[in-house]
């Protein structure tokens, strides 16, 4: 009886190849050609990705991954996918990154997604205290942790120009401190706090807590180097980097990142992750980790929409803020829900409103055609 009502309900669920399959393997009689046809895409709502005609631009995806290196790892060790993936495939890919940032493998915790990373920090930290932040930052891990009640947040207002206040947040570490998390480029902002700025800053709190700074945006600013807090991890400092896949290699859906901390700091969060690397999402990271013809074409795409955002912006007269990043925070004059409503009647996806930031929206730098659609459509729906 509960077979007949499952499948009666996956029946009234249209997924008609789903059931096809069940049924197949109830009564033994499944053929790979049966099997090939048991998933047909739905021709009107694409499973995955923008729907056609359809700007998506809210969410800060990198439309020109993946790279074509990546893709065809993808392809090879899908067909291994029955396996589990080898601890060869992630000693391999950890020994690039660490080599890429002069650390020892063991430095190096691979992750799904690195929000899955964040996740599991906070879910070691959050539980000793506080995690202090600024008050607008990419917080959906630390909320994650937060909702299971093993966390809380202390939010220190941004300065007036909407930049991290880092005094004020070292001043409000205690003993009781968790961590402190932060987020450079910033996200929703785009603003980046240049190193000369942010690693004194971060090397003082961190003699006090774990400082997380989440650069899952790093690779797309003018100068990586010249930001980055990886050098206070190689000084031994309490300082733990996330980065992602997501953004400049354009993998948001094939899900990988990573940390870099001491072994010691990476030994825990490895314990705290909860799933494991998929074989294709590791063989993509591989094949694409130094894969620098992809990765000066993806960054050239993405600052090709920025300069025309940015152009369109100045344009208009509407205030925004500088952005190295592959999105845009500014003000149209209009609250952000209602602008986002108004592209949305146009098939263009951008962010709603953030907190109580009602006049602050943000467009994600997508396609180019897309970005064009943007810059068009702007100027008729506030009436410029
Ligand atoms: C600042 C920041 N950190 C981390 C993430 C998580 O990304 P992912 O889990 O895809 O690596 C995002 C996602 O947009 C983000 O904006």
Not at 4 to 32: K, Q, W, Y
Not at 142 to 155: E, Q
């Amino acid at each position: 009886m509960g077979y007949r009502l499952t499948r009666r309900g996956i029946l009234s669920g249209g997924a008609l190849g789903a059931a096809a399959s069940l049924t197949g393997c109830a009564t033994g009689a499944s053929s790979l050609a049966e099997a090939k046809g048991a998933f047909p895409p739905s021709a009107d709502l694409p499973l995955f990705g923008p729907a056609e005609g359809q700007a998506l631009l809210s969410r800060n995806e990198n439309p020109y991954g993946p790279s074509p290196s990546a893709l065809d790892a993808i392809s090879k060790s899908a067909t291994k996918g029955a396996y589990y993936t080898n601890a060869e495939a992630i000693q391999t890919l950890m020994k690039q990154i660490a080599d890429r940032h002069g650390v020892a493998p063991e430095q190096i915790v691979v992750t799904t997604g690195s929000g899955e990373a964040l996740s599991a920090i906070a879910l070691v930290y959050g539980p000793k205290g506080p995690i202090v932040a600024p008050r607008l930052f990419w917080d959906t891990t630390s909320l994650y942790a937060a909702n299971l009640g093993l966390a809380s947040i202390t939010r220190i207002p941004l300065t007036a120009d909407m930049e991290i206040d880092y005094a004020g947040i070292e001043a409000a570490i205690t003993p009781q401190t968790g961590m402190v998390q932060l987020c450079n480029p910033n996200n929703p902002t785009g603003l980046t706090t240049p190193g000369s700025v942010i690693r004194p800053a971060v090397a003082s709190m961190a003699a006090k807590t774990t400082v997380v700074v989440d650069e899952a945006y790093i690779e797309l600013t003018d100068d990586e180097s010249a930001i980055t807090c990886v050098p206070l991890v190689k000084e031994g400092k309490n300082v733990i980097i996330t980065r992602t896949f997501s953004k400049i290699y354009g993998m948001a859906g094939i899900r990988v990142g990573y940390t870099i901390s001491s072994a010691e700091t990476a030994a825990k969060i490895r314990a705290t992750v909860m799933s494991s690397a998929p074989c294709t999402s590791t063989a993509a990271a591989i094949a694409c980790y130094n894969d620098e013809a992809f990765i000066t074409y993806s960054k050239s795409k993405i600052v090709e929409g920025r300069q025309m955002v940015e152009a369109t912006l100045a344009t208009l007269g509407l205030p925004y803020l500088k952005s190295q990043t592959n999105f845009v925070y500014f003000q149209s004059g209009k609250p952000a829900n209602d602008l986002q409503k108004a592209m949305a009647a146009e098939k263009i996806s951008i962010r709603g409103q953030y907190m109580d930031y009602v006049p602050w929206s943000r467009v994600s730098m997508g396609k180019i055609e897309d970005v064009s659609r943007f810059c068009k459509t702007l100027p008729k729906l506030i009436g410029a």
